[in-house]
């Protein structure tokens, strides 16, 4: 099994930054996708950011340009850099480690809240 325990969220106010990490323990399988999703009160879950292990990145049109994401070289941590935070960044952020293109199954961290106050 994998465990992702997630860090870093708390209360922001718009403009601001804030740091998550996610690390990763137990049975990791390479190759893999790391990855952020968020989810705000009443909305589906999306896609933030996604990382390979050849450290190719994809990232939501709506954090384009503010949000970074990178991984350890141990590739067992993945850190979340947001920057320029608005309100409608609030919701409850999520780690992921994706293995379905290679039928390894998806695994999800607990989640930590991020809010940002206008």
């Known amino acids: 099994q994998v465990q992702l325990v997630e860090s870093g969220g708390g209360l922001m106010q718009a403009g601001g930054s804030l740091r998550l990490s996610c690390a990763a323990s137990?049975?990791?399988?390479?190759?893999?996708?790391m990855g952020w999703y968020r989810q705000a009160p009443g909305k589906q879950r999306e896609l933030v950011a996604t990382?390979?292990?050849?450290?190719?990145?994809n990232y939501a049109d709506s954090v384009k340009g503010r949000f970074t994401i990178s991984r350890d070289s141990g590739e067992s941590t993945v850190y979340l850099q947001m920057n320029s935070l608005k309100p409608e960044d609030t919701g409850v952020y999520y780690c992921t480690l994706d293995g379905r293109r290679w039928l390894r199954g998806q695994f999800w961290g607990q989640g930590t809240q991020v809010t940002v106050s206008a």
């Open positions: 990382i390979t292990n050849g450290d190719n990145t």
């Open positions: 137990g049975s990791i399988f390479r190759p893999n996708l």
